[in-house]
């Protein structure tokens, strides 16, 4: 049953609702794209089939807009032909982070930003990768998933896609309820740390300042209660009215709950209470007291932290209140105003601190935040009666936000900055932080400055907040239950030549108008959900669990960069960090990349994203596409390439008439003026889910997948975080820091160490593969390594070996053939390089 499901809401992430015979876009793309001159990914063709086009008068947000869309395209992902897309919160993959790279903490605002691009494929795919995906972790964050995926729906709906996902949207509020609700306070415990505020003012406060101070957060108490609403829509469309009441209710407490025992009515805003005592230098912090009520700070007038805004962020505060008073702090120099703020914590509070170090949210400007506070303050002006605050703020908070996505001028954003400088020093990790994902912005633009405010039915509401002396702006092609819409504003009618004013259209056609910029609403015509199709197009190429297959290879790859990049679900163009396989130093004119499926595939589209650096690394000057027939490589007909000249920095596409293969090659002619380069190399075609990987092959005689007593594997030293010798023959390969699937010698005190199998009884073989792991830091590629085998009393080196490549080279396969040997056990001997320590994901050894 459990597969059934899985399998309708894959079909249900394919169906397209957006109308084939869409009018002409008002705006023209290219001269927009053009305008902008911070482009890595180029590929004009994406941009043009996914995301709304918009202009301004305002140059900053402009440029911060298309650049939000091109950082989206870093972090797309794509897992595994059953999990499909994910996002990646940083762009190496942490090791704290799940399958593919994902973290929860930021899955809420990925989710709001994705759901504007016409392909609703990738918000789905992600939404239901936290539920079905192994290694998924849903909760190991405060997040709001349930919202998020209602969020999606209201933008491109399908009630099916939905009504799958119902059993696991109430199982994961099950288990937020589970360890973290406490019903005699009735409301959800958590630490700053998982609220991904790790050194915050309240942890400061107690022995344990990365985790400690567990209490009622504004944060996640909020998710909860949009979840719980979300999930009883959801259970509404199911017909399910019973589970939707009892949804209702959950929320309707956890309402009350929040705004009865998290408002300070003193202090006019919303603060954590702690879950229990906690001492410190003295002082103690008492249980279920607000911040600074208790404390070495106790009676203070501050302890304002931004979060307490997120409960706007999904209008949960009722208006009439008076709740709406909070909003006085967020402008004020001596609150959370800054040049490129807010700042975490109000500036007057005593613990106001700033670091240049990771992780401490005492007065940081942190773009998580900033977006939830924008959020939140649309939310207040489009849908309050209140006189605090008004849509310049709005403005210029949003003004601020586009101007902190600058570093040396350029596009960028890290995972925090300096409130009054903008710099991102001490938040900006190498191969790590750069162009982090944790943010939205694109859905503060659509829904906030442009006004577009998704509901649950068909009628199109537009509460624009963007300044009325503004000459103009517009936003187009914008996705929106089944139609294309555009937003036009023209105070004089010269711009667009439509006339005057406020303009909605749809389709093309105008279904509103005003001539200031007041709220519109317009019907728009209900859309039939698309028919659910009996497949899905896959990427057979991708390989992110470490499989034997699909498997790929080269003719050449540069000592530095990895052919296991080309398969890893992400692609980007940069040098820095790298994520490419090249031909640089090739002594051939012309190189080829082959992916083995390890079983048949029908196939009809190649993708290969060229790089274009001009430093050495260009596009081939021709591709050839070829495909293994059973005995030999031929080239594959009616091949069609867009572009038809190999490109950089962009995806080219070769469709050709579907074919039945188990193995593709890319054969590159090399280019004058440098060698080929890419970053990803996809294979798509049709089929139905869930896919089943091909076996590991036989006759890899090291290969133990754990339920076995031999072979087994060990080593004279192994590091101290999880490499293992039995991970490095469970038939798993992975090159990159998580998941852990390796063994290395990192920390050993030797400048040599071994790796050993023993296979429990003589076997002969006469080749073995290393795929040798390389983390460019405490490990990396030996100077060498020799092969070596038991004859009964002694180790004996192995005769006549011929390695390849000759120099033992990292993330990626290294072979060595020798004369046929029969042994019971056979070693790696390993010399290390310098002070770096040697480390293999897999080996393999076979006798052919």
Same mark, same amino acid.
């Given at each position: 049953?459990?597969?059934?499901?899985?399998?309708?809401?894959?079909?249900?992430?394919?169906?397209?609702?957006?109308?084939?015979?869409?009018?002409?876009?008002?705006?023209?793309?290219?001269?927009?794209?053009?305008?902008?001159?911070?482009?890595?990914?180029?590929?004009?063709?994406?941009?043009?089939?996914?995301?709304?086009?918009?202009?301004?008068?305002?140059?900053?947000?402009?440029?911060?807009?298309?650049?939000?869309?091109?950082?989206?395209?870093?972090?797309?992902?794509?897992?595994?032909?059953?999990?499909?897309?994910?996002?990646?919160?940083?762009?190496?993959?942490?090791?704290?982070?799940?399958?593919?790279?994902?973290?929860?903490?930021?899955?809420?605002?990925?989710?709001?930003?994705?759901?504007?691009?016409?392909?609703?494929?990738?918000?789905?795919?992600?939404?239901?990768?936290?539920?079905?995906?192994?290694?998924?972790?849903?909760?190991?964050?405060?997040?709001?998933?349930?919202?998020?995926?209602?969020?999606?729906?209201?933008?491109?709906?399908?009630?099916?896609?939905?009504?799958?996902?119902?059993?696991?949207?109430?199982?994961?509020?099950?288990?937020?309820?589970?360890?973290?609700?406490?019903?005699?306070?009735?409301?959800?415990?958590?630490?700053?740390?998982?609220?991904?505020?790790?050194?915050?003012?309240?942890?400061?406060?107690?022995?344990?300042?990365?985790?400690?101070?567990?209490?009622?957060?504004?944060?996640?108490?909020?998710?909860?209660?949009?979840?719980?609403?979300?999930?009883?829509?959801?259970?509404?469309?199911?017909?399910?009215?019973?589970?939707?009441?009892?949804?209702?209710?959950?929320?309707?407490?956890?309402?009350?709950?929040?705004?009865?025992?998290?408002?300070?009515?003193?202090?006019?805003?919303?603060?954590?209470?702690?879950?229990?005592?906690?001492?410190?230098?003295?002082?103690?912090?008492?249980?279920?007291?607000?911040?600074?009520?208790?404390?070495?700070?106790?009676?203070?007038?501050?302890?304002?932290?931004?979060?307490?805004?997120?409960?706007?962020?999904?209008?949960?505060?009722?208006?009439?209140?008076?709740?709406?008073?909070?909003?006085?702090?967020?402008?004020?120099?001596?609150?959370?105003?800054?040049p490129f703020g807010p700042t975490t914590v109000e500036r007057k509070d005593p613990m106001f601190l700033l670091k240049k170090t990771c992780c401490w949210w005492s007065g940081?400007?942190?773009?998580?935040?900033?977006?939830?506070?924008?959020?939140?303050?649309?939310?207040?002006?489009?849908?309050?009666?209140?006189?605090?605050?008004?849509?310049?703020?709005?403005?210029?908070?949003?003004?601020?936000?586009?101007?902190?996505?600058?570093?040396?001028?350029?596009?960028?954003?890290?995972?925090?900055?300096?409130?009054?400088?903008?710099?991102?020093?001490?938040?900006?990790?190498?191969?790590?932080?750069?162009?982090?994902?944790?943010?939205?912005?694109?859905?503060?633009?659509?829904?906030?400055?442009?006004?577009?405010?998704?509901?649950?039915?068909?009628?199109?509401?537009?509460?624009?907040?963007?300044?009325?002396?503004?000459?103009?702006?517009?936003?187009?092609?914008?996705?929106?239950?089944?139609?294309?819409?555009?937003?036009?504003?023209?105070?004089?009618?010269?711009?667009?030549?439509?006339?005057?004013?406020?303009?909605?259209?749809?389709?093309?056609?105008?279904?509103?108008?005003?001539?200031?910029?007041?709220?519109?609403?317009?019907?728009?015509?209900?859309?039939?959900?698309?028919?659910?199709?009996?497949?899905?197009?896959?990427?057979?190429?991708?390989?992110?669990?470490?499989?034997?297959?699909?498997?790929?290879?080269?003719?050449?790859?540069?000592?530095?960069?990895?052919?296991?990049?080309?398969?890893?679900?992400?692609?980007?163009?940069?040098?820095?960090?790298?994520?490419?396989?090249?031909?640089?130093?090739?002594?051939?004119?012309?190189?080829?990349?082959?992916?083995?499926?390890?079983?048949?595939?029908?196939?009809?589209?190649?993708?290969?994203?060229?790089?274009?650096?001009?430093?050495?690394?260009?596009?081939?000057?021709?591709?050839?596409? =070829?495909?293994?027939? &059973? !005995?030999?490589?031929? $080239? #594959?007909? /009616?091949?069609?390439?867009?572009?038809?000249? *190999? @490109?950089? %920095?962009?995806?080219?596409?070769?469709?050709?008439?579907?074919?039945?293969?188990?193995?593709?090659?890319?054969?590159?002619?090399?280019?004058?003026?440098?060698?080929?380069?890419?970053?990803?190399?996809?294979?798509?075609?049709?089929?139905?889910?869930?896919?089943?990987?091909?076996?590991?092959?036989?006759?890899?005689?090291?290969?133990?997948?754990?339920?076995?007593?031999?072979?087994?594997?060990?080593?004279?030293?192994? =590091?101290?975080?999880? &490499? !293992?010798?039995?991970? $490095? #023959?469970? /038939?798993?390969?992975?090159?990159?820091?998580? *998941? @852990?699937? %390796?063994?290395?010698?990192?920390?050993?005190?030797?400048?040599?160490?071994?790796?050993?199998?023993?296979?429990?009884?003589?076997?002969?073989?006469?080749?073995?593969?290393?795929?040798?792991?390389?983390?460019?830091?405490?490990?990396?590629?030996?100077?060498?390594?020799?092969?070596?085998?038991?004859?009964?009393?002694?180790?004996?080196?192995?005769?006549?070996?011929?390695?390849?490549?000759?120099?033992?080279?990292?993330?990626?396969?290294?072979?060595?053939?020798?004369?046929?040997?029969?042994?019971?056990?056979?070693?790696?001997?390993?010399?290390?390089?310098?002070?770096?320590?040697?480390?293999?994901?897999?080996?393999?050894?076979?006798?052919?």
């Open positions: 049953m459990r597969l059934v499901r899985s399998l309708l809401a894959v079909l249900a992430v394919c169906s397209l609702t957006i109308p084939t015979d869409a009018a002409e876009p008002l705006l023209a793309p290219q001269p927009l794209l053009d305008h902008e001159t911070f482009w890595d990914n180029k590929d004009w063709d994406w941009y043009k089939a996914n995301i709304p086009f918009f202009e301004c008068p305002d140059a900053d947000l402009q440029t911060t807009y298309y650049y939000r869309w091109e950082l989206l395209t870093k972090h797309l992902t794509y897992g595994s032909p059953n999990s499909g897309y994910s996002f990646t919160e940083f762009i190496d993959r942490p090791f704290w982070s799940g399958a593919y790279g994902a973290i929860s903490c930021p899955a809420g605002h990925q989710l709001y930003e994705a759901r504007w691009l016409r392909t609703p494929r990738y918000a789905r795919d992600y939404a239901r990768y936290w539920f079905r995906t192994p290694g998924a972790q849903p909760r190991n964050y405060s997040t709001w998933l349930a919202d998020g995926v209602w969020a999606v729906h209201r933008v491109h709906p399908n009630d099916a896609f939905l009504i799958d996902l119902l059993p696991d949207l109430k199982k994961n509020y099950h288990g937020w309820e589970v360890r973290h609700f406490v019903p005699e306070v009735g409301l959800f415990w958590q630490t700053g740390h998982d609220d991904g505020m790790e050194f915050n003012i309240n942890s400061r406060q107690t022995k344990d300042i990365l985790r400690g101070a567990p209490g009622y957060r504004p944060t996640l108490n909020a998710y909860l209660w949009a979840d719980a609403l979300a999930i009883a829509r959801v259970a509404e469309l199911a017909g399910e009215k019973a589970t939707a009441d009892v949804y209702r209710v959950k929320a309707a407490q956890l309402k009350e709950n929040l705004q009865k025992k998290l408002w300070d009515p003193k202090r006019h805003f919303f603060f954590p209470l702690s879950q229990r005592d906690e001492e410190a230098d003295g002082f103690k912090v008492k249980a279920l007291s607000l911040t600074h009520q208790t404390g070495r700070y106790a009676g203070s007038e501050y302890g304002r932290e931004l979060i307490g805004y997120v409960p706007w962020q999904f209008s949960l505060p009722d208006s009439g209140k008076g709740y709406e008073v909070a909003w006085k702090k967020l402008m004020d120099r001596d609150g959370f105003a800054a940081q400007s942190w773009p998580y935040a900033t977006s939830q506070t924008l959020k939140a303050l649309a939310n207040l002006l489009q849908g309050y009666e209140q006189n605090t605050i008004t849509k310049t703020e709005y403005v210029k908070l949003l003004t601020t936000f586009a101007k902190t996505h600058r570093k040396n001028g350029k596009p960028y954003l890290a995972e925090a900055c300096h409130p009054d400088t903008g710099s991102f020093e001490g938040h900006d990790g190498y191969n790590h932080s750069e162009h982090y994902f944790h943010s939205s912005f694109n859905d503060l633009v659509i829904t906030g400055l442009v006004g577009i405010c998704p509901r649950d039915d068909d009628t199109l509401e537009v509460k624009p907040l963007a300044p009325e002396d503004w000459a103009y702006f517009a936003l187009d092609s914008v996705p929106y239950r089944g139609h294309l819409l555009s937003v036009l504003w023209d105070r004089d009618g010269t711009r667009y030549k439509r006339g005057k004013g406020l303009k909605l259209y749809a389709d093309g056609k105008e279904i509103a108008a005003s001539p200031t910029l007041a709220p519109l609403k317009a019907k728009l015509s209900a859309r039939a959900q698309a028919p659910l199709p009996a497949s899905t197009p896959v990427n057979f190429a991708v390989n992110n669990d470490g499989t034997y297959f699909p498997r790929i290879s080269a003719t050449y790859a540069h000592p530095r960069t990895s052919i296991a990049k080309l398969t890893d679900g992400n692609y980007w163009y940069h040098r820095d960090p790298p994520n490419r396989w090249t031909c640089e130093g090739s002594p051939h004119a012309s190189d080829s990349v082959v992916v083995d499926f390890g079983t048949k595939r029908t196939v009809h589209t190649a993708k290969l994203y060229f790089l274009e650096d001009n430093r050495g690394v260009v596009p081939p000057t021709k591709v050839q596409l =070829d495909y293994w027939d &059973g !005995k030999e490589w031929k $080239a #594959i007909p /009616g091949a069609i390439p867009t572009p038809e000249k *190999p @490109t950089g %920095r962009r995806a080219n596409v070769i469709r050709f008439p579907t074919l039945t293969t188990t193995r593709v090659r890319a054969v590159f002619q090399h280019a004058t003026r440098g060698k080929t380069g890419m970053t990803e190399f996809e294979v798509w075609g049709d089929a139905r889910l869930p896919l089943d990987t091909p076996p590991h092959p036989t006759g890899n005689l090291a290969y133990n997948p754990g339920d076995r007593p031999f072979p087994k594997a060990s080593a004279s030293y192994a =590091d101290r975080f999880g &490499g !293992k010798p039995a991970l $490095a #023959i469970d /038939g798993k390969t992975n090159f990159l820091p998580t *998941p @852990t699937n %390796r063994w290395t010698s990192y920390e050993s005190p030797h400048e040599s160490d071994w790796l050993e199998v023993d296979f429990g009884a003589e076997k002969t073989f006469t080749r073995i593969e290393l795929a040798i792991y390389d983390d460019r830091g405490g490990v990396q590629p030996p100077s060498r390594y020799d092969i070596e085998y038991w004859e009964g009393k002694a180790w004996q080196p192995v005769k006549n070996a011929r390695k390849s490549p000759e120099k033992p080279t990292g993330s990626e396969f290294n072979e060595v053939r020798f004369d046929p040997v029969k042994a019971s056990k056979v070693r790696v001997v390993f010399t290390h390089a310098g002070k770096a320590r040697s480390g293999v994901s897999e080996l393999l050894i076979w006798n052919d």
